[in-house]
C-alpha cells in the first residue's frame, strides 16, 4: 500500500546536523523504518532511487532526515510520502505539505507517533484516510484521529476536505493543547468543532471555507487570551458576536467575514481589541450603528464593514481618530447623512469605499487631505453639486467612482492632470458640459465610463492618448460630430459605447477592439487564502460590472467574463455612408456589434463572415440594401441576428445551423427579401427586382406631390364657382345668408339648452 503519485521533488533538510554531536551511526530499528519509507516511494517525478538513503550509515545525514543532537534519534522528516511511523516514536516533525499523495495511511499510524509536535498536511489529495475513498485528504472537523498526540502543538491541513464528525467525537477531549489550527479551503465540515472549547494556548485559527455550522464561538475568545489571529471566513455561523470579559491585547487580525451573524457590533469594541490591526466583519447580518471606539484602535489599518445591514451617520471619529487607517470599506449598508469632515486626518488612507449607501451632500474638500488615497468610491449614493476641482491634482488617486449620483455641471479641466488615473466611472449622474478640455493629460486611463449624463460637443481627439484605455462607455449622452480616428490607435480598447447619442458621419473603418485573452493568455486567478485578507482594491474595481447592451437587453459584465468580451456599439446615431469591409477583418473576436437605427447604406459586408465569435450582430433600421450574403451560415456562435427594417433583397439565409433558430422577426421590414421564415416565398430562382414593373405597380402607386397641387386646384376652383353664382343671382345670395343664420341660431339654442353655463357667462336677471 505504497504512495503512487507526486507532483514536486523531495524537499530539502529541515535542519543542519552537527555530526561531531551524533552518537555512532544511528538506530538500527529507525534505519530499518526509513528504508522502507524509500522502497514505498512510486510516482511519475520520484522513484527509491532518487532518495541516496543508504549510501551513509549515519541516517541522521540522510536528505529530509533530522535528528536529535544529544540522543541521535530521528525527530524530524521533511517528505513528500511516508508510509511506516512505528519505529519513528521520537518523531516531531512532519512535513506532508503541497503534494498529490494517494493511498495515504490509516489513523492509526499515527498511533506511536507521542512526540508529535508539529503536522502539515496541507495542499495534498490524499485518498483513503480514515476509511475514506473521497479524491482528497479527510479531516474529521473533531480530529478526533490526532486525540492521542498529546505534544502536538500545530496542525496544518489546508486545501484538502474536512467532513462532519460522528457524535461521539465532538464528546472527546484532545490530549493536546494547540497553538496553530489551520483547515481553511475544505468543503463542509457540519457544525463547529466543540474539541476547541478545552483548548486554551490557541495563537492562530483559521478554520475558512468549511461552511460550519451553529452558533458563533464566542467562547473561543473568551478562552484564549493569547489569541493573535483568528479567521472563519465563510461559514454559516449565525446568533451574536459576544466579546470576553478581558481585553485580547494580542490579537492583531480578526475576520468573520460571509456569515450569518446578525447582532450589533458590540459598543466597546474598541477597548477589547486595542492592538487590532485587521478587522473584517463584512457581509453579514450586523444591525445597528457603527460604534465610535473603533477609533480607539490605534494600530487598526484594514476595516471592512460592507455589505451588512448598518445604519445612521459615519462616526466622525473614525476619519478623525484612526490614524493608521489606510482601507476603510462601508459600501452597501443603510448609512446616511452628508461628509461634512471638517477634520480628515487619515494621513495614510489608501482606499475608501463608501458606495450603496444613502449618503447625502456634497464632496467635502477635506477628502482633499488625503495625499495617499488611490480609490474613492462614493457610488449609489445621493450625492450632489459638482464634481470638486481638487479631484484632478490627487497625486495618487487610481480608481474613482461616483457613478449613480445626482452630481451636475460639467467636468472640470484637466480632470485627470495628476496623470495617475486608471479606472473613472461617472455615469448615471446630470453631468453637462463638453469633453474637449477634460481628457487631456489622461495616458494612464483603462477604463472611462461617462454614459447617462447630458455630456455635449464632439467626442475629444485626445483621447487617442490613453494608450491603455480599454473600455470607452459614452452613451446616452448628447455627443456630437464624427467619430474620431484617433481611436483606431487604441490597441487594447475592448468595449466601444457611443450608441445613442448625434454622431454623423462615416464610420471609421480602423475600429478594432481586441479581447484581453487575445493579447495575453493568462491563466485564471488563483484564490489567495483567506488569511491574506480581502482582494486588493484593484481586483475589485477590475471586477467592477461593466453595463453593456448585447442581444438585445443590457447586461453587467464583470470578472472573467469582461476579460474576454468584445464589442462595438454604435446605434442609435446619424451615422451615413456604407458599412467599411475593413471592419470583418479587423474584429474577428468581437462578440457584439451594433449598428441599428442609423443611415447606414451599401450592402452588408460579406467580410462579416470572418466574424467567428460573433454572437449577436444588429444591423436593423437602416438603409441598406442588396443581398444578405450566404457566407453568414458560417457565424457559429451568433445568437441574435437582425437585419429588420432594411432596404434588402433577394432570398434569405437557409435556415441551417444558428440561422435555423431565428425566425421572421429577424428579416421584416424589407419589401424585397423573401424565403423562410418570411411568409413571402420565392418565385423561381431569380431574386425580385429592385426596379418597380410599371405595368402592374404603377396601378396602385400614388406621388403625393401631384396628389397635392391637384387637390389644392380643385379646392380653390370649387371656391370661385360658389362665389360667382352667389354674385350673381341675388336670390340666390339671400336665401344662403338665410340659411347660415338659421344655422347658427340653432346652434346657439341647442348649446344653451344642454350644456350648463358657468355663471360668470350667464345674462343678469333683475330680482322680484
Known amino acids: 500500500m505504497g504512495l503512487n503519485r507526486f507532483s514536486l521533488p523531495v524537499a530539502a533538510a529541515i535542519m543542519m546536523i552537527n555530526a561531531s554531536l551524533l552518537v555512532q551511526g544511528c538506530l538500527e530499528e529507525e534505519r530499518s523504518a526509513l528504508l522502507q519509507i524509500k522502497t514505498s516511494i512510486d510516482g511519475p517525478n520520484h522513484t527509491a532511487s532518487s532518495l541516496s538513503w543508504g549510501n551513509d550509515a549515519h541516517c541522521c545525514r540522510w536528505a529530509g532526515v533530522s535528528c536529535d543532537n544529544i540522543t541521535g534519534r530521528v525527530n524530524g522528516i521533511d517528505l513528500f510520502t511516508v508510509r511506516d511511523f512505528d519505529s519513528l516514536s521520537e518523531l516531531e516533525e512532519l512535513y506532508l505539505s503541497f503534494n498529490e499523495i494517494e493511498n495515504f495511511v490509516t489513523s492509526t499510524d499515527f498511533d506511536s507517533l507521542s512526540e508529535l509536535e508539529e503536522l502539515y498536511l496541507s495542499g495534498n489529495e490524499i485518498q483513503n484516510f480514515v476509511t475514506s475513498t473521497d479524491n482528497r485528504f479527510r479531516i474529521p472537523i473533531s480530529l478526533g484521529p490526532f486525540f492521542n498526540l498529546s505534544n502536538l502543538e500545530n496542525l496544518i491541513g489546508d486545501n484538502n476536505e474536512v467532513y462532519e464528525s460522528a457524535e461521539l467525537e465532538h464528546n472527546l477531549i484532545p490530549r493536546f493543547q494547540l497553538q496553530t489550527l489551520s483547515l481553511a479551503c475544505n468543503g463542509f465540515g457540519g457544525t463547529f468543532p466543540r474539541f476547541l472549547y478545552y483548548q486554551?494556548?490557541?495563537?492562530?485559527?483559521?478554520?475558512?471555507?468549511?461552511?460550519?455550522?451553529?452558533?458563533?464561538?464566542?467562547?473561543?475568545?473568551?478562552?484564549?487570551?493569547?489569541?493573535?489571529?483568528?479567521?472563519?471566513v465563510n461559514n454559516s455561523l449565525s446568533g451574536s458576536f459576544q466579546l470576553p470579559n478581558h481585553s485580547l491585547v494580542n490579537l492583531s487580525r480578526l475576520d468573520i467575514s460571509r456569515n450569518e451573524i446578525d447582532s450589533q457590533i458590540p459598543?466597546?469594541?474598541?477597548?477589547?481589541?486595542?492592538?487590532?490591526?485587521?478587522?473584517?466583519?463584512?457581509?453579514?447580518?450586523?444591525?445597528?450603528?457603527?460604534?465610535?471606539?473603533?477609533?480607539?484602535?490605534?494600530?487598526?489599518?484594514?476595516?471592512?464593514?460592507?455589505?451588512?445591514?448598518?445604519?445612521?451617520?459615519?462616526?466622525?471619529?473614525?476619519?478623525?481618530?484612526?490614524?493608521?487607517?489606510?482601507?476603510?470599506?462601508?459600501?452597501?449598508?443603510?448609512?446616511?447623512?452628508?461628509?461634512?469632515?471638517?477634520?480628515?486626518?487619515?494621513?495614510?488612507?489608501?482606499?475608501?469605499?463608501?458606495?450603496?449607501?444613502?449618503?447625502?451632500?456634497?464632496?467635502?474638500?477635506?477628502?482633499?487631505?488625503?495625499?495617499?488615497?488611490?480609490?474613492?468610491?462614493?457610488?449609489l449614493n445621493n450625492l450632489t453639486g459638482k464634481i470638486p476641482r481638487w479631484i484632478g491634482y490627487m497625486s495618487s488617486l487610481k480608481y474613482l467612482d461616483i457613478s449613480e449620483n445626482n452630481l451636475s455641471g460639467s467636468l472640470p479641466s484637466n480632470f485627470c492632470s495628476s496623470g495617475t488615473m486608471t479606472n473613472v466611472y461617472l455615469s448615471k449622474n446630470k453631468l453637462e458640459g463638453s469633453l474637449i478640455?477634460?481628457?487631456?493629460?489622461?495616458?494612464?486611463?483603462?477604463?472611462?465610463?461617462?454614459?447617462?449624463?447630458?455630456?455635449?460637443?464632439?467626442?475629444?481627439?485626445?483621447?487617442?492618448?490613453?494608450?491603455?484605455?480599454?473600455?470607452?462607455?459614452?452613451?446616452?449622452?448628447?455627443?456630437e460630430g464624427e467619430i474620431?480616428?484617433?481611436?483606431?490607435?487604441?490597441?487594447?480598447?475592448?468595449?466601444?459605447?457611443?450608441?445613442?447619442?448625434?454622431?454623423?458621419?462615416?464610420?471609421?473603418?480602423?475600429?478594432?477592439?481586441t479581447s484581453?485573452?487575445?493579447?495575453?493568455?493568462?491563466?485564471?486567478?488563483?484564490?489567495?487564502?483567506?488569511?491574506?485578507?480581502?482582494?486588493?482594491?484593484?481586483?475589485?474595481?477590475?471586477?467592477?460590472?461593466?453595463?453593456?447592451?448585447?442581444?438585445?437587453?443590457?447586461?453587467?459584465?464583470?470578472?472573467?467574463v469582461l476579460k474576454y468580451f468584445t464589442g462595438i456599439d454604435l446605434s442609435c446615431n446619424n451615422l451615413t455612408g456604407e458599412i467599411p469591409v475593413e471592419l470583418g477583418n479587423l474584429i474577428s473576436n468581437i462578440k457584439a456589434l451594433n449598428l441599428s437605427h442609423n443611415s447606414l447604406t451599401g450592402p452588408i459586408p460579406s467580410t462579416f463572415s470572418n466574424l467567428k465569435d460573433i454572437e449577436s450582430l444588429d444591423l436593423s433600421y437602416n438603409n441598406l440594401n442588396g443581398e444578405i450574403p450566404r457566407q453568414?451560415?458560417?457565424?457559429?456562435?451568433?445568437?441574435?441576428?437582425?437585419?429588420?427594417?432594411?432596404?434588402?433583397?433577394?432570398?434569405?439565409?437557409?435556415?441551417?445551423?444558428?440561422?435555423?433558430?431565428?425566425?421572421?422577426?429577424?428579416?421584416?421590414?424589407?419589401?424585397?427579401?423573401?424565403?423562410?421564415?418570411?411568409?413571402?416565398n420565392c418565385t423561381g430562382g431569380t431574386p425580385p427586382s429592385l426596379v418597380p414593373r410599371p405595368h402592374k405597380e404603377e396601378n396602385n402607386f400614388i406621388d403625393m406631390g401631384a396628389f397635392m397641387v391637384t387637390f389644392s386646384v380643385a379646392y380653390i376652383m370649387v371656391l370661385l364657382a360658389i362665389g360667382s353664382v352667389l354674385y350673381i343671382n341675388p336670390s340666390w345670395r339671400r336665401a344662403w345668408f338665410h340659411?347660415?343664420?338659421?344655422?347658427?341660431?340653432?346652434?346657439?339654442?341647442?348649446?344653451?339648452?344642454?350644456?350648463p353655463v358657468p355663471a360668470r357667462f350667464r345674462r343678469f336677471q333683475p330680482c322680484v
Not at 739 to 755: K, P, Q, T
Request: glycine share 8%; charged share 15%.
Open 516 to 560: 484581453e485573452g487575445q493579447m495575453e493568455r493568462e491563466a485564471l486567478p488563483v484564490a489567495l487564502p483567506p488569511a491574506l485578507g480581502p482582494a486588493p482594491v484593484e481586483d475589485s474595481f477590475k471586477n467592477k460590472s461593466v453595463e453593456f447592451t448585447t442581444k438585445s437587453i443590457s447586461y453587467p459584465f464583470r470578472g472573467i
Open 200 to 232: 486554551r494556548d490557541l495563537l492562530y485559527v483559521d478554520l475558512s471555507y468549511i461552511k460550519m455550522t451553529g452558533e458563533f464561538p464566542s467562547w473561543l475568545l473568551q478562552n484564549n487570551t493569547k489569541l493573535e489571529e483568528l479567521y472563519l
Open 632 to 680: 453568414l451560415i458560417n457565424l457559429y456562435s451568433i445568437s441574435v441576428f437582425s437585419v429588420a427594417h432594411n432596404n434588402l433583397s433577394g432570398k434569405t439565409p437557409e435556415m441551417v445551423k444558428q440561422f435555423g433558430t431565428f425566425d421572421s422577426s429577424s428579416y421584416e421590414g424589407n419589401l424585397l427579401l423573401c424565403g423562410p421564415p418570411l411568409a413571402k
Open 739 to 755: 340659411f347660415i343664420g338659421e344655422s347658427i341660431n340653432n346652434c346657439y339654442y341647442f348649446l344653451v339648452d344642454n350644456l
Open 267 to 379: 459598543t466597546e469594541i474598541g477597548s477589547c481589541f486595542p492592538r487590532l490591526v485587521f478587522l473584517n466583519l463584512s457581509r453579514n447580518h450586523f444591525g445597528g450603528s457603527i460604534p465610535s471606539s473603533i477609533s480607539n484602535m490605534s494600530a487598526l489599518e484594514v476595516l471592512d464593514l460592507s455589505n451588512n445591514g448598518l445604519s445612521g451617520n459615519i462616526p466622525e471619529q473614525l476619519v478623525e481618530g484612526s490614524l493608521s487607517l489606510s482601507v476603510l470599506v462601508l459600501s452597501n449598508n443603510h448609512l446616511k447623512g452628508q461628509l461634512l469632515w471638517r477634520n480628515f486626518n487619515l494621513a495614510f488612507l489608501t482606499d475608501l469605499i463608501l458606495s450603496g449607501n444613502q449618503l447625502t451632500g456634497i464632496l467635502p474638500d477635506s477628502l482633499s487631505n488625503g495625499s495617499r488615497l488611490e480609490a474613492l468610491d462614493v457610488s
Open 437 to 479: 478640455d477634460a481628457f487631456d493629460g489622461c495616458q494612464s486611463l483603462d477604463r472611462l465610463d461617462l454614459s447617462h449624463n447630458y455630456f455635449r460637443g464632439s467626442i475629444p481627439e485626445s483621447i487617442g492618448s490613453s494608450l491603455q484605455l480599454s473600455f470607452l462607455l459614452l452613451g446616452y449622452n448628447n455627443l
Open 484 to 513: 474620431p480616428r484617433q481611436l483606431c490607435e487604441l490597441e487594447k480598447l475592448r468595449l466601444i459605447d457611443l450608441s445613442n447619442n448625434h454622431l454623423f458621419g462615416h464610420i471609421p473603418p480602423c475600429l478594432k477592439p
